[in-house]
């Protein structure tokens, strides 16, 4: 009887120190940061357009200029508000601002509200 509790106790010492030592020599890096996108805006246009971050003035484009900006999370959104018109940009849908859960590339072309989303 003695020896089936020495040999336990034996064993669950063995197995201790060897979960104690996993544990200590064990190393937690960080894992994978959040991924980013870009939006990029083709103005074809003449007019100087706003590019507003989360509802926050973030860059001017102006006419017949590309501009792209890095940076983005699936949880930030974005506006174009048409300064020289003084309207918000819309798409095909009616929609004024879109969610950067992708790259996005829009072509501004003037003549109106509308915008041209590209994924």
Do not use: H
């Amino acid at each position: 009887m003695k020896k089936s509790v020495r040999l336990i106790l034996l064993v669950s010492s063995i197995v201790l120190i060897a979960i104690l030592f996993s544990a200590a020599t064990c190393t937690v890096g960080p894992g994978p940061g959040p991924t980013t996108y870009y939006v990029r805006i083709i103005n074809n246009s003449g007019n100087t357009l706003w590019l507003y971050v989360n509802g926050v003035y973030s860059k001017t484009i102006n006419g017949f200029t590309t501009s792209t900006t890095y940076g983005f999370t699936a949880a930030d959104f974005i506006s174009l508000w048409n300064w020289t018109g003084g309207f918000w940009v819309q798409d095909g849908w009616g929609n004024v601002q879109w969610n950067t859960w992708a790259n996005l590339e829009f072509t501004y072309n003037g003549g109106g509200v509308w915008i041209s989303p590209e994924k």
